[in-house]
């Protein structure tokens, strides 16, 4: 859990701007950034892989949390970026964000989606099956236009996480499938098409990931893949892209491994596969997304009404809940709070966080040490920076909160805060 500095009267600060300040000026529910947490974890992502000499590129997976300052923060870090949507391409391409700098992902990628992609000639698009694979030739020869391309592979590799975000084991919706040969087929209609330049092959075996073990599986995998189609095909990839996923630590109790452990083993297995097989050694792409985000950022709440059961539990309700924040709904994830106006009072009472929602499961988090807590505190769930404001939604009409960027004791409004006119604008009046 990512540690903020407080104030003498004991207040939480962000990126050096007091919390309370910032639920005052702007309202709350509210997210709060400490932008100069993702610059670093930028830097400490490149400075690994220049340490190990490789030729490499990160690309922010942009669905952890996307929005026009995020994609002209990330392109001031000068890295690259991975978008799944028309809409995430289009929020990059308003934020002026490089086109040849972004890779599309998506199991079933529409024609107005693809054609977007080819209009705003973007990197690369990374083919994740037949049906796709047949809409870009046709699109690409029906425009006499080159795209460079990937293909996605599921490895077969289980990675140890929720179900929900475990994506690389065989039975996976997304990818061609390795072992049945459909990656193969899909290489060899690549290098027929003429204008599909093929870059080499990605994967992506799941998100919130603790351990090497698959990382250095799906490398494996991969290079056995790559040095096959060298052998075989005559092809030799340029690029080998093994997806994000990378571990941060939302609780006490977790316990992820550094970035540079999963990366410089990832490094190494590539890097020694590619010497023994006399095989040159591929720009090894990476695609982080919660490492890049989840531990800037945190949600702002104030606290209404609370409820004892004698002998049972204590709850104390806030005002967003799993609309900001559907990660402990959906995936039963873990966070830990703070009474971001009361720092310094000691943590006596054992309370849980409920949002204001019309769901029992609309919990934000379960036992939580905290000081007494009173209706107008200002609590904080850290570490939300991550699929909070990506995943929102409207549910019960909520509006979605405000998001604001925090940097030397400066803040600055990067999302308004929804209204409930905004709630309407879509709807149309039945008579
Ligand atoms: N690359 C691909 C192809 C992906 O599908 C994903 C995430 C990433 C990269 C980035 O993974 P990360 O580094 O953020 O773990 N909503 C879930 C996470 C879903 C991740 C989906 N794909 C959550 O809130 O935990």
Redesign the pocket.
């Known amino acids: 859990i990512t540690e903020h500095q407080i104030t003498n009267d004991g207040h939480l600060l962000i990126g050096g701007v007091d919390t309370t300040k910032l639920a005052s000026e702007y309202g709350t529910p509210l997210y709060a950034y400490d932008i100069s947490i993702i610059r670093n974890q930028i830097t400490h992502f490149k400075t690994i892989f220049e340490k190990a000499d490789v030729k490499y590129q990160i690309s922010y997976?942009s669905?952890?949390f996307a929005i026009l300052a995020m994609y002209q923060l990330i392109n001031k870090e000068n890295i690259h970026c991975?978008v799944?949507s028309e809409g995430e391409l289009y929020t990059a391409k308003q934020a002026g964000f490089p086109m040849d700098k972004v890779s599309f992902?998506g199991n079933n990628k529409s024609v107005q989606e693809l054609t977007m992609a080819l209009d705003q000639k973007i990197g690369c698009i990374?083919i994740d099956n037949f049906y796709e694979l047949d809409l870009l030739k046709q699109l690409t020869q029906e425009r006499q236009q080159s795209i460079n391309v990937m293909i996605?592979v599921t490895p077969g590799i289980s990675a140890h996480t929720?179900e929900?975000?475990s994506?690389g084991q065989e039975d996976s919706k997304?990818g061609f499938d390795l072992n049945s040969g459909q990656a193969d087929k899909a290489l060899e209609q690549i290098l027929a098409a003429p204008y599909l330049k093929m870059l080499g092959a990605?994967c992506?075996i799941?998100?919130?990931?603790f351990a090497t073990a698959g990382f250095v599986g799906a490398a494996e995998k991969m290079m056995d893949l790559l040095i096959h189609w060298q052998a075989d095909f005559d092809f030799t990839a340029t690029v080998l892209n093994l997806?994000?996923?990378?571990?941060i630590q939302y609780t006490d109790d977790e316990k992820p491994l550094a970035p540079e452990v999963f990366i410089t083993s990832i490094i190494e297995e590539v890097k020694q596969l590619s010497a023994t097989n006399n095989f040159p050694c591929p720009e090894i792409w990476i695609?982080?997304?919660?490492?890049?985000v989840?531990s800037a950022g945190i949600s702002l709440y104030t606290v209404g009404s609370q409820k004892t059961i004698p002998n049972v539990r204590d709850y104390v309700a806030v005002d967003g809940g799993m609309g900001d924040n559907?990660?402990p709904a959906?995936?039963e994830?873990k966070y830990e709070t703070v009474l971001a106006n009361k720092m310094n009072e000691p943590a006596t009472h054992k309370v849980s966080v409920a949002g204001k929602y019309c769901e029992s499961g609309d919990m934000l988090a379960w036992d939580q040490i905290l000081p007494t807590t009173t209706a107008g505190d200002l609590l904080a769930v850290l570490d939300t920076g991550?699929?909070g404001y990506?995943?929102a939604s409207n549910y019960n009409r909520n509006p979605r909160p405000a998001v604001v960027f925090c940097d030397e004791g400066e803040s600055k409004l990067v999302v308004n805060r929804e209204t409930t006119e905004d709630l309407i604008k879509l709807d149309l009046p039945l008579e």
């Open positions: 997976a669905k952890a991975d799944v992902h990374i996605r929720h929900y975000i994506t997304f990605h992506h799941g998100s919130q990931i997806g994000g996923g990378f571990g695609e982080p997304g919660r490492s890049i989840g559907i990660r959906l995936y994830a991550a699929y990506s995943m």
